[in-house]
């Protein structure tokens, strides 16, 4: 044998025990950790599996709602949206609470649906977007509802530049103030949507319309100072 030969096996060897010891002390430690990362990402994949299936199931019942109010059955459906509220998975009781209120707003209780819509836009659990459509709502419902101070207050501050529902709110100060019989200032709010290349097309279309009668009562655009 080669002393290269010779110097390779003792080597070896001495790899050998080394490892042996190695795996003598820490073994039972190695086995351990082992077990708890196979245990944990077990853990994981069950309660992913868990929270995927309760979602769907509350994602489930919330179409049956829709699928009721659809088919005129509101009852029904505020029945389900009021349990999927307490007992709902992920966004779906915000969601819930939100469809309710549409549902009374539907049902023809509008001063009830107005303080369901105030009561989401007041409450920090919400997610942000959702308190924003809840004020809006709100607002636009109280156009026919409520005068036009109750309407400004609610809707003016989601009316500025930039703003992601000005356009809607826009129109909804611009119908109360036209029921007001405030012109001027109606013509000022519908000028803002037609001049907006961010508004929808529809709803320019609908600002272009209360433009024509603002112009039939006289309300030019440079009366109005626009």
Not at 107 to 115: H, Q, S, T
Not at 190 to 206: E, M
Request: net charge negative; proline share 1%.
């Amino acid at each position: 044998m080669s002393d290269d030969s010779f110097i390779r096996e003792v080597d070896d060897e001495l790899r050998h025990d080394q490892a042996k010891q190695l795996w003598d002390r820490y073994g039972n430690w190695v086995i351990a950790a082992a077990v708890a990362i196979v245990v944990a990402t077990g853990g994981y994949r069950g309660w992913e599996y868990y929270s995927k299936s309760v979602a769907a199931k509350s994602g489930d019942r919330f179409m049956q709602a829709i699928q009721l109010s659809d088919d005129g059955s509101h009852d029904k459906a505020i029945k389900i949206l009021n349990e999927l509220v307490n007992d709902g998975s992920g966004q779906y009781p915000a969601l819930a609470k939100l469809r309710i209120a549409s549902e009374l707003a539907t049902r023809g209780d509008i001063a009830l649906a107005i303080e369901n819509y105030d009561q989401i836009a007041a409450d920090n659990s919400f997610v942000e977007s959702f308190r924003l459509i809840a004020r809006l709502r709100a607002g636009l419902l109280a156009v026919d509802a409520n005068d036009l101070d109750d309407v400004t207050s609610r809707l003016q501050a989601l009316a500025g530049a930039g703003l992601p529902f000005r356009h809607s709110a826009r129109e909804g100060l611009g119908l109360a103030n036209f029921k007001a019989g405030k012109f001027l200032e109606a013509r000022k709010w519908f000028d803002a949507i037609a001049n907006d290349a961010d508004a929808g097309s529809n709803l320019r279309s609908r600002a272009n319309i209360m433009l024509d009668l603002l112009a039939g009562k006289g309300i030019s655009k440079e009366k109005a100072g626009t």
